[in-house]
């Protein structure tokens, strides 16, 4: 028996140290693990030596400690990884090379730390697993399920598709909201300035050169409308700012959470693109676990997780239950209607015929091809609809303001004044 001396840290990041009287290395190592430890270092302890006392010294939050890692910056990573790995390049080599050239301060740390523990001797899965904020449930169990079925560089590479798909329709929806918020901002702007500065000046003016004739009835209105925004600006303001964070707040509480997923995929316009996009991630989710190895129990709580839909998370929480009981995924699929019929028939199909993992990722492709269809003909149906709503609002208010001076330049103006003239 020889005493090894260790350095070890926690699920939390909280550094311990100790010794151990074992046989050989390998056995310190296990030993460690056991206690729900990660060896950072493991060596034979020098005789006469004193091991450090184990202690849990104080540390900030991991929130305020871990930064932001971007998905397509996790996803660059893992395309760079699978492509080492697939050359024959050592794992841990191909993770040190990695980090030497990361440009992100965090993920070239983190990368840092999961390369420290597989040269201890961890395994990549549980290495990645003390990073939950960066790699996922979806990301471990398909590297763990990669690892024990020795195909590991398989499942990185499906696991880069993933998540490149994944950000290409994201990227795609955002791109489709970008113009329609740029027009609004553009058009909040430019109604601010016109009711905040440019409407009370020509209201000064047709004061003066009116000679006590009222204005015409859409004048006032409008001018109606800029002393409200004016006069009351900062109030408007307080509620638009409160209304804000009743939304933010009541989306955060579980009745209101319900009722925003299930409202997105209702609504009368978005709903439609809405369950696509939960449909693709669904398909994607579930295909690419089943066909990494990971046991369809395990994958449907893992799609369930990471859904990012409350309705579409209980649906599979059925189906999850359906399955354990011994059933088919496809009668849940039917009753929670979410989802087009013919989803469930080809899944009912793939069932049968053994090829469950292929169809979903089948029906994954082609509800990306129909999002991004969706996305252009959206984008395309936005343009002049937003272009029309601005050139309405701001000719609206110039009308408004070229009409006294159409009365006037005529001399009279009974028809534009309705006859309310003194």
């Known amino acids: 028996m020889s005493n090894y001396a260790y350095e070890a840290v926690d699920a939390t990041g909280m550094r311990s140290h100790g010794?151990?009287?074992?046989?050989?290395?390998?056995?310190?190592?296990?030993?460690?693990?056991?206690?729900?430890?990660?060896?950072?270092?493991?060596?034979?302890?020098?005789?006469?030596?004193?091991?450090?006392?184990?202690?849990?010294?104080?540390?900030?939050?991991?929130?305020?400690?871990?930064g932001k890692v971007k998905p397509a910056q996790l996803a660059v990573f893992t395309r760079q990884l699978t492509?080492?790995?697939?050359?024959?390049?050592?794992?841990?080599?191909?993770?040190?090379?990695?980090?030497?050239?990361?440009?992100?301060?965090?993920?070239?740390?983190?990368?840092?730390?999961?390369?420290?523990?597989?040269?201890?001797?961890?395994?990549?899965?549980?290495?990645?697993?003390?990073?939950?904020?960066?790699?996922?449930?979806?990301?471990?169990?398909?590297?763990?399920?990669?690892?024990a079925g020795g195909v590991l560089e398989l499942v990185l590479r499906r696991q880069a598709e993933f998540m490149e798909k994944a950000e290409k329709i994201k990227g795609k929806v955002k791109s489709a909201m970008f113009y329609p918020a740029a027009v609004m901002l553009v058009a909040m702007g430019i109604m601010t300035l016109l009711m905040v500065f440019i409407i009370p000046r020509f209201k000064e003016v047709f004061q003066g050169l009116m000679g006590g004739q009222p204005l015409p009835g859409f004048t006032r209105a409008?001018?109606?409308?800029?002393?409200?925004?004016?006069?009351?600006?900062?109030?408007?303001?307080?509620?638009?700012?409160?209304?804000?964070?009743?939304?933010?707040?009541?989306?955060?509480?579980?009745?209101?959470?319900?009722?925003?997923?299930?409202?997105?995929?209702?609504?009368?316009v978005l709903g439609k693109l809405s369950r696509k996009v939960a449909l693709a991630r669904f398909a994607r989710t579930l295909g690419t676990l089943m066909s990494s190895g990971v046991p369809i129990l395990q994958t449907l709580k893992i799609v369930k997780d990471t859904s990012g839909n409350v309705i579409v998370a209980e649906m599979v929480?059925?189906?999850?239950?359906?399955?354990?009981?011994?059933?088919?995924?496809?009668?849940?699929?039917?009753?929670?209607?979410?989802?087009?019929?013919?989803?469930a028939g080809m899944v009912d199909v793939g069932e049968q015929t053994g090829a469950l993992p292929e169809m979903l990722l089948r029906i994954a492709d082609n509800s990306d091809e129909e999002v991004d269809n969706a996305v252009t003909?959206?984008?395309?149906?936005?343009?002049?609809?937003?272009?029309?709503?601005?050139?309405?609002?701001?000719g609206s208010i110039v009308i408004a303001m070229f009409l006294p001076l159409i009365y006037i330049i005529g001399g009279g103006g009974d028809a534009l004044t309705g006859g309310e003239r003194n």
């Open 19 to 66: 010794l151990l009287e074992v046989t050989d290395q390998s056995t310190a190592l296990r030993r460690i693990r056991e206690m729900g430890l990660f060896p950072t270092k493991v060596q034979p302890a020098m005789p006469g030596r004193v091991p450090k006392v184990a202690r849990r010294p104080r540390q900030l939050p991991r929130w305020m400690t871990e």
């Open 83 to 147: 492509t080492l790995v697939d050359v024959g390049m050592p794992l841990l080599r191909g993770l040190k090379l990695l980090q030497e050239q990361e440009e992100n301060r965090t993920l070239k740390r983190i990368i840092g730390e999961v390369a420290q523990r597989v040269e201890t001797g961890s395994a990549l899965s549980e290495a990645l697993a003390s990073h939950p904020k960066v790699f996922s449930p979806l990301y471990v169990n398909m590297v763990k399920a990669g690892e």
């Open 222 to 268: 409008v001018m109606g409308v800029s002393d409200l925004f004016k006069s009351h600006f900062l109030v408007l303001a307080a509620v638009a700012a409160v209304l804000v964070v009743v939304f933010q707040f009541g989306i955060r509480t579980k009745t209101g959470r319900r009722w925003f997923d299930r409202f997105k995929l209702v609504a009368p």
């Open 317 to 343: 929480g059925k189906i999850h239950d359906t399955v354990k009981e011994g059933g088919t995924m496809t009668d849940p699929l039917k009753a929670a209607g979410i989802f087009p019929g013919v989803v």
């Open 377 to 394: 003909a959206m984008t395309s149906l936005l343009e002049p609809v937003m272009i029309i709503f601005l050139a309405v609002v701001v």
